[in-house]
Each structure stands twice: as C-alpha cells, then as structure tokens.
C-alpha cells in the first residue's frame, strides 16, 4: 500500500514539474517592442514587469532622455522606476519601465 501511494505522489509531482517548465507564449504583436529606442516607444508605457536597470543605470537612462534635477528615484512593487525631475523648465513626474520607456507625468 504504501509503495502505491508513493508512486502515485511520485507521478503527481513528475507531472506538475513539466507543467511548470511550459514556456510562456511570445507576443507576436510587432506594435509592442520588446525594448525601446530613442525613435520607438511602446504606447502603453509604462508596463509592468521585472526590470533590471540599476538605480544608476535609471538615473543614467532618465538623464540622457533630457530630464535634470532626477530626484527620489524608486522603484515601485511594479518593477517601474519612478523619480521627479524637469524638463524645459517645468517639474514633472518620470517613469521609466522595464522596456526602457520613459514617460513624464
């Protein structure tokens, strides 16, 4: 009985491993690029996911993008940096996402 019982949880969590190594399914919409550039940006920006620029690399990215004075940089539970800074003298509010997108609010 008791080898039964192992078997089946052995199976059980054979079958939940492969489920979870499943690939997610590319985006096939060629509006939505995966990583911005100075001529592209992704209209629904700032999107959600895990970023990995460093808190320099943010700054660093904000700054040749034109803001100065880039101030309180954090990052959100969204994995969005977010900072206050100017831009042709007025203060705004700027998010830079994981893409690269950098949208004043």
């Known amino acids: 009985m008791k080898k039964i019982v ?9 079958s939940l491993s492969a ?3 499943t690939a997610p399914a590319a985006n096939s919409n060629d509006d939505t690029p995966a990583v911005a550039t ?4 992704n209209p629904t ?3 959600e996911g895990a970023n990995s620029f460093t808190e320099d690399q943010a700054k660093d990215r904000i700054e040749k993008a034109g803001y ?14 977010n900072a206050k800074g100017m831009k042709d003298g007025k203060a ?3 998010a830079l ?7 004043a609010k």
Do not use: M, R
Not at 6 to 14: G, R
Not at 68 to 81: M, R, Y
């Open 6 to 14: 192992l078997a089946a949880a052995f199976v059980s969590v054979s």
């Open 19 to 21: 489920l979870a190594q």
């Open 38 to 41: 100075p001529d592209t940006k």
């Open 45 to 47: 920006a700032p999107v």
């Open 68 to 81: 100065t004075q880039v101030k309180d940089l954090s990052k959100d539970d969204k994995g969005v940096w």
């Open 92 to 94: 705004v509010s700027i």
């Open 97 to 103: 996402d994981y893409q690269g997108n950098i949208v």
